[in-house]
């Protein structure tokens, strides 16, 4: 069974950092894409930042400069790094994954449990 194992949330002052972790658990040909989300109270759900499985980044205006992504092939795992967290950064954070797991003509979306970030002011 495949799924995303989260980690790396927390409580952090404004103009912290933290690092979030995802890593992709079971067994899979490979991944197309990884990404993170988030969604505040009241909110839609957002993206904050993806990468492909080319290294190809992208980013939300809101985050550029202050968030990376980053990951791991040999361990299937992506990190987001966050710096100079702002209140509005408070969030829960999803991970989110491309996967074939075969067949790499069908690709599944899986989304982590979510990790909480909040950022006091």
């Known amino acids: 069974q495949v799924q995303l194992v989260e980690s790396g949330g927390g409580l952090v002052q404004a103009g912290g950092s933290l690092r979030l972790s995802c890593s992709v658990s079971?067994?899979?040909?490979?991944?197309?894409?990884m990404g993170w989300y988030r969604q505040a109270p009241g909110k839609a759900r957002e993206l904050v930042a993806a990468?492909?499985?080319?290294?190809?980044?992208n980013y939300a205006d809101s985050v550029k400069g202050r968030f990376t992504i980053s990951k791991d092939n040999a361990k299937n795992t992506v990190y987001l790094r966050m710096n100079s967290l702002k209140p509005e950064d408070t969030a829960v954070y999803y991970c989110?994954?491309?996967?074939?797991?075969?067949?790499?003509?069908?690709?599944?979306?899986?989304w982590g449990q979510g990790t909480q970030v909040t950022v006091s002011s």
């Open positions: 989110h994954a491309d996967i074939v797991i075969r067949d790499p003509q069908n690709v599944y979306e899986y």
């Open positions: 079971g067994i899979i040909a490979s991944i197309n894409a």
């Open positions: 990468i492909s499985s080319g290294g190809v980044d």
